[in-house]
T-cell receptor, first 112, second 117 residues
Framework: GEDVEQSLFLSVREGDSSVINCTYT??????LYWYKQEPGAGLQLLTY?????DMKQDQRLTVLLNKKDKHLSLRIADTQTGDSAIYFC????????????FGAGTTVTVRA | GAVVSQHPSWVICKSGTSVKIECRSL??????MFWYRQFPKQSLMLMAT?????????EQGVEKDKFLINHASLTLSTLTVTSAHPEDSSFYIC?????????????FGPGTRLLVL
């Protein structure tokens, strides 16, 4: 089965850039996702990248995909206190592209 | 944008009772809905996939008689936790997949926190 791994914690100073890393195991995943979860809430889709892309930028968010190393990263520019949350990466099941496998989540804490 | 709601947002019940959680897609039709479970400080674990008008597909290790899923319409799926026990206490999140999802395969609800005493 799929196995998605993330570092558990990241602390960043307000205004700096945050980089959250993720590794996945299934190279045939169609899409890779980044979700944000604030305390007590559900998941909010931040961005996603199609597997034939290397990079995707959306305002403060930049996603980099290295298929050779099966490495996905999310860069948040000019990190704000509102960015404090848990960030999950997820990959699609190659046999069913609507099934997602999630990493354990990275807790990002933004300090003043 | 696509909105998915869940009701209730939180529930406390006594051990042995059954609890029903609703998941609704508010502005789109969802051919497929998913139910996840999340323990504190852990990731989401897929419990089952619910297709409108057919039986749900459960993930390995999930008891289908314990967690009853009904997907009666294209906008509503329900999860019933039968004879709930304290170990069923968790955060239950649903998601819904639109007919033509493109890259965004599913939209998530806000979650339902269940506490069984």
């Amino acid at each position: 089965g799929e196995d998605v791994e993330q570092s558990l914690f990241l602390s960043v100073r307000e205004g700096d850039s945050s980089v959250i890393n993720c590794t996945y195991t299934d190279s045939s995943s169609t899409y890779l996702y980044w979700y944000k979860q604030e305390p007590g809430a559900g998941l909010q889709l931040l961005t996603y990248i199609f597997s034939n892309m290397d990079m995707k930028q959306d305002q403060r968010l930049t996603v980099l995909l290295n298929k050779k190393d099966k490495h996905l990263s999310l860069r948040i520019a000019d990190t704000q206190t509102g960015d404090s949350a848990i960030y999950f990466c997820a990959e699609t099941d190659p046999d069913n592209d609507y099934k997602l496998s999630f990493g354990a989540g990275t807790t990002v804490t933004v300090r003043a | 944008g696509a909105v998915v709601s869940q009701h209730p947002s939180w529930v406390i019940c006594k051990s042995g009772t059954s609890v029903k959680i609703e998941c609704r897609s508010l502005d789109f039709q969802a051919t497929t809905m998913f139910w996840y479970r999340q323990f504190p400080k852990q990731s989401l674990m897929l419990m089952a996939t619910s297709n409108e008008g057919s039986k749900a597909t459960y993930e390995q290790g999930v008891e289908k008689d314990k967690f009853l899923i009904n997907h009666a319409s294209l906008t509503l799926s329900t999860l019933t936790v039968t004879s709930a026990h304290p170990e069923d206490s968790s955060f239950y999140i649903c998601s819904a997949r639109p007919r033509d999802p493109g890259g965004e395969t599913q939209y998530f609800g806000p979650g339902t926190r269940l506490l069984v005493l």
